[in-house]
């Protein structure tokens, strides 16, 4: 999505549309989650955008605002602090996405005291900066954050100011890794320092291990390892946006340190149809896994077998979480797997109960 200012750069295609789905959906799960425990919470829009597309359509700011406002629970949420730090670099676009916010405070009038809203004119990783040296200088730790960063390339978003941001615990970011962009420069005169401020390492090392094969891939997984070493991010997933012709876009990617994040974030990118030529999809063992509303899964069946053959009894609730983190299939779609596997006989099952795979009740040995 294009952050750019002129008129006909703010269409609203359908990936477009699918990404912004996917982030309300996500908020719906993570506002109630992070209130229950914390007294305030930061949502971070590092590419704030107009506010507003040439279709009328809402940007993300006014996305996550209105889910918060219009979310079921938020009466019981009010005695939280809500902080919006909406960041844009361009004078045109700070000025639209001001203008739209003020209109929707008047339509919510009285605006809740508690929720904060700040537009920020500035580049994202000045403002990020200026953020990390201010909690390191009144010895204070940053709110539960999360993150959403959604440049247009590559410019702007260096990995040591991400890192640095989001090292404190309660840190999630859903970014926008223009993967095309890179992979079309990365090797080009002039671009040695965009790329190692991108990736916090220099080109030769991104590269050093690259095989020949699928260089796309390849740099989405430096990219992911890099989030979670420098990040420390215990699970970072990506997924695919493929075109119509089957090439990457771009890859959505989502750090957290937390599972309950891993599995609202696969939730929602399995509920969310891209539409308009466009699909979501990943890997599991080479194999490609659509993200449709009945999915291929014998994938999943393949890596169960293979992990869970020979380890003995295990719980229901061990084999999802290993699907939910090392596989891109949803626990949804555990049972699905397991059910005709014991009619062929190829898993036992010990149950409290006649039928079914119930959470502290069911123990499955795969044969």
Do not use: C
Not at 301 to 307: E, I, M, S, Y
């Amino acid at each position: 999505m294009s952050k750019d200012s002129a008129p006909e750069k703010w269409g609203y295609p359908p990936h477009t549309k699918a990404k912004h789905d996917i982030l309300a959906y996500y908020l719906d799960g993570w506002y109630p989650t992070l209130s229950r425990w914390n007294g305030r919470i930061l949502f971070l829009d590092g590419f704030a955008g107009r506010g507003r597309y040439t279709n009328k359509a809402e940007g993300s700011p006014l996305i996550a605002l209105k889910h918060l406002l219009d979310h079921q629970y938020y009466p019981h949420m009010t005695h939280r602090e809500f902080v919006f730090l909406f960041i844009e670099a361009d004078a045109d676009n700070v000025a639209s996405l001001q203008a739209e916010i003020d209109k929707l405070k008047a339509q919510r009038a009285p605006w809740p005291d508690k929720i904060k809203v700040h537009v920020e004119h500035a580049a994202f990783d000045e403002s990020a900066t200026s953020l990390i040296d201010y909690l390191k200088q009144q010895k204070k730790s940053l709110a539960p954050t999360f993150a959403f960063v959604d440049p247009f390339g590559y410019s702007g978003l260096p990995m040591d100011t991400l890192a640095s941001l989001l090292s404190y615990d309660k840190t999630e970011i859903f970014v926008n890794f223009m993967v095309n962009h890179v992979n079309r420069f990365i090797t080009r005169e002039g671009q040695e320092s965009a790329m190692r401020s991108l990736f916090g390492m220099d080109v030769g090392d991104i590269l050093s291990d690259f095989n020949g094969e699928n260089r796309i891939e390849h740099l989405k997984d430096v990219y992911e390892r890099q989030l979670k070493k420098l990040a420390g991010f215990d699970h970072v997933q990506s997924f695919a946006m493929k075109n119509s012709t089957g090439n990457v876009g771009y890859y959505m990617i989502h750090g957290t340190r937390h599972i309950k994040g891993v599995k609202l974030m696969k939730d929602a990118m399995w509920k969310i149809d891209p539409g308009g030529g466009y699909t979501f999809s990943d890997k599991l063992a080479g194999v490609s896994v659509l993200f449709e509303a009945n999915p291929d899964l014998k994938p999943l069946r393949a890596n169960l077998v293979h992990t869970f053959t020979g380890a003995g009894e295990v719980t229901i609730e061990e084999i999802e979480q290993h699907t939910i983190l090392y596989t891109p299939y949803r626990d949804a779609h555990v049972r699905s797997v397991l059910n005709p596997l014991e009619n062929e006989g190829l898993i036992s099952v010990r149950r409290l109960g006649k039928k079914g795979y119930a959470k502290g009740k069911t123990w499955i040995t795969f044969t």
